[in-house]
Antibody
Framework: EVQLVESGGGLIQPGGSLRLSCAASGFNFSKYEMNWVRQAPGKGLEWVSH????????YYADSVKGRFRTTRDNAKNSLFLQMNSLRAEDRAVYYCVRAVTGDYWGRGTLVTVSS | QSVLTQPPSVSAAPGQRVTISCSGSSSNIGNNYVSWYQQFPGTAPKLLIYDNNKRPSGIPDRFSGSKSGTSATLDITGLQTGDEADYYCGTWDFSLSARLFGGGTKLTVL
């Protein structure tokens, strides 16, 4: 069974940093591209980042470019999102999503940016 | 404002059919596959349609997708009250090098 479990969310002050993790299981993680997608409270889906299966190619939404960094550890079946210079508008549930099609989603982890 | 345009809401009676549109451009829908997602309040989105018109295992054939030019459509037939949810389209935009989602459509089954 494919499972994606996000962790690392929480309350952080504006300007702070947070690192999200996604533990993958039930499939050959190293063969799949992965994404981070977020959803602010009461709002729609917003794509954040895409990373290739090897980790060599990464794309970011303009809203997070230069502040967020996506990496992966295929040996540990894990995906990461390092978030720096956090802003109030980064407050959202962050989902770990498998593949270009988005065929599997984690349950998400909530990030709250507030003083 | 999303690059992919969806109607904010649609409604229909149980048993009826509803169509949700997703309008884009040649840099996204026009040249890439479209996916559709269903999301119930408080839960993660779920893939309904991928590659424009394919259904993952377990998705009823009441749900179907199509694409024509720079627009895509999700059709739901035999509406059930349990279909009440938010629906999102998604695709890649090669001009922006970004994954895009529509703004979402709230389906109400009257």
């Amino acid at each position: 069974e494919v499972q994606l479990v996000e962790s690392g969310g929480g309350l952080i002050q504006p300007g702070g940093s947070l690192r999200l993790s996604c533990a993958a299981s039930g499939f050959n993680f190293s063969k799949y591209e992965m994404n981070w997608v977020r959803q602010a409270p009461g709002k729609g889906l917003e794509w954040v980042s895409h990373i290739s299966a090897s980790g060599r190619t990464v794309y970011y939404a303009d809203s997070v470019k230069g502040r967020f960094r996506t990496t992966r550890d295929n040996a540990k079946n894990s995906l990461f999102l390092q978030m720096n210079s956090l802003r109030a508008e980064d407050r959202a549930v962050y989902y770990c999503v498998r593949a270009v099609t988005g065929d599997y989603w984690g349950r998400g982890t909530l990030v709250t940016v507030s003083s | 404002q999303s690059v992919l345009t969806q109607p904010p809401s649609v409604s229909a009676a149980p048993g009826q059919r509803v169509t949700i549109s997703c309008s884009g451009s040649s840099s996204n829908i026009g040249n890439n596959y479209v996916s559709w997602y269903q999301q119930f309040p408080g839960t993660a989105p779920k893939l309904l349609i991928y590659d424009n018109n394919k259904r993952p295992s377990g998705i009823p054939d009441r749900f179907s997708g199509s694409k024509s030019g720079t627009s895509a459509t999700l059709d739901i037939t035999g509406l059930q009250t349990g279909d009440e949810a938010d629906y999102y389209c998604g695709t890649w935009d090669f001009s922006l090098s970004a994954r895009l989602f529509g703004g979402g459509t709230k389906l109400t089954v009257l």
